[in-house]
């Protein structure tokens, strides 16, 4: 008797964990969500800017449900695009991100690169993302500087370590990025220095949202600060969230929009689009897209 209730404990176990990868798999990580938020960053009586934040779209060739959607986000009509990274997961991504973000260029714009722009995804144990010195191990070269020339010829700011003003909404934003700190791509040295008071509104880009980073971009000024690069933990666990960074953000903050502790500047990180091809599943935390409206203070 005790034999026959440890095995159907065994199946009934082993049914609901497949249950849960067929979902994970097939059903979430494919219900592609829009979150809105509100931004209390601007001065009062000013009239509301509205940013759409796109991040992590892992894009393969052959993933149109995903570009087709993208594309659909134009009908926003937002103010200002921002885009924070690993747009592509395959040599051949490029004509899949552009069919996804073309609508999207006619619209002011700017972006920093995350690793998945500079090389492609390789196998890993999903496990090591719990090592923090977990050695990272770059995969075949990706076409970033083809990515790069169509965004930057659509007028998009590219903010790899750099730094502009632009006009979006019929307001002065000033940016500022760095390139990718999870690569150690990043030298906010060659950006720092206090807001312009001629800025009506001043963002900061990074794709992995390092605390280092975040500090110093903060510690300037910048009212709204933008990451991805956590997929919001990618799989959740409910009531508890994600269970993994894969940076040093800590967990409460692996998506969503926070106030930066210590500091005056709201964050907003993407829980992103897509997920790393080895691993192709989300649990409770479904791929997303936000508009952030800021709004007065």
């Known amino acids: 008797m005790r034999k026959r209730t440890l095995f159907r404990l065994a199946t009934a176990t082993a049914a609901v964990g497949a249950a849960t990868l067929a979902y994970a798999s097939l059903v979430e990580r494919n219900m592609f969500t829009l979150r809105r938020y509100d931004v209390p960053v601007l001065p009062a009586d000013a009239e ?13 060739p052959d993933q149109e449900r995903k570009q087709r959607w993208v594309a659909s986000l134009a009908a926003l009509d937002p103010d200002l695009v921002v885009v924070t990274g690993d747009n592509m997961a395959h040599p051949d991504a ?16 700017a972006f920093v690169f995350g690793s998945n722009d500079y090389t492609g995804p390789v ?6 993302y719990f090592l923090p010195d977990r050695e990272y191990v770059e995969g075949v070269t990706l076409p970033y500087e083809e990515l790069r020339s169509v965004f930057t010829g659509a007028g998009w700011a590219d903010l ?4 502009t003003t632009l006009k979006a909404g019929g307001r002065v934003v000033e940016l500022v990025g760095v390139d990718d700190p999870h690569i150690e791509r990043d030298d ?32 300037d000024g910048f009212d ?20 993994v960074t894969n940076c040093g953000l800590p967990r409460t903050m692996a998506k ?39 709004i007065p203070r």
């Open 48 to 60: 509301p800017l509205r940013i759409l934040h796109v991040s992590d779209l892992h894009m393969t």
């Open 256 to 294: 969503g929009l926070h106030r930066w502790p210590g500091s005056d500047s709201w964050l907003h990180v993407s829980a992103g689009l897509g997920t790393h091809p080895t691993a192709p599943i989300r649990f409770a935390c479904r791929p997303e897209a936000s508009i952030l409206t800021l």
């Open 94 to 109: 490029v004509p899949g991100v552009l069919r996804a973000l073309q609508p999207l260029l006619d619209h002011p714009g």
């Open 224 to 243: 709204l600060l933008l990451a991805g690069h956590t997929h919001g933990g990618q799989v959740c666990v409910p009531g508890v969230g994600a269970l």
């Open 160 to 163: 790899n370590n750099a730094r």
């Open 123 to 128: 196998w890993k144990n999903p496990f090591t």
């Open 188 to 219: 906010y040295s060659l950006v720092a220095g206090a807001v312009s008071e001629a800025a009506d509104i001043s963002l900061g880009l990074t794709h992995s949202p390092e605390p280092r980073v975040l500090d110093e971009m903060a510690a």
